[in-house]
């Protein structure tokens, strides 16, 4: 079974954290690219985001994995998906620059997300994290192979 996963999104390459790297994609049979390391360390974290962020007691620690996330969307923002290595000439460049803009809004809700954690406004963190979440799902539909 192929573990391919975000994030945009979307999967993730963060040096600290190999342990993700290797387990996300054990026995998939398709090229494994930088983005898919990248989007899976992003996918770990955002599930620990969404479990604790109505808590504010958890900002601190949610923090943290947002940081993680930011980081990875950043790193993201500048790969190419494995749908465009299908593509060429203008139909490529039409979809890298979707793609990047995508990611490019992307991390500027994870700002916006930072930002509520850090002003203890979880409610407004709640509302954030659903557009994230939408724009995660929109992203996968448009820029990500479907899983086998």
Do not use: C
Request: charged share 30%; net charge positive; hydrophobic share 40%.
């Amino acid at each position: 079974m192929k573990k391919r996963s975000l994030i945009v999104t979307l999967a993730l390459a963060i040096a600290s954290l190999p342990s993700i790297q290797a387990a996300s994609h054990e026995g998939g049979d398709h090229d494994h690219t930088a983005l898919e390391d990248q989007m899976s360390a992003m996918n770990k974290a955002w599930r620990s985001i969404r479990r604790q962020i109505k808590d504010p007691a958890k900002n601190d620690s949610t923090l943290e994995f947002m940081a993680k996330v930011k980081k990875a969307a950043q790193k993201s923002v500048d790969m190419t998906p494995i749908l465009a290595k299908e593509m060429s000439g203008a139909e490529k460049k039409k979809f890298m620059a979707g793609y990047q803009k995508a990611m490019k809004n992307t991390v500027g809700l994870i700002g916006d997300l930072e930002a509520a954690l850090k002003a203890g406004d979880n409610v407004k963190a709640e509302e954030i994290v659903g557009k994230i979440n939408d724009a995660r799902k929109h992203g996968h539909d448009k820029y990500k192979p479907e899983d086998d």
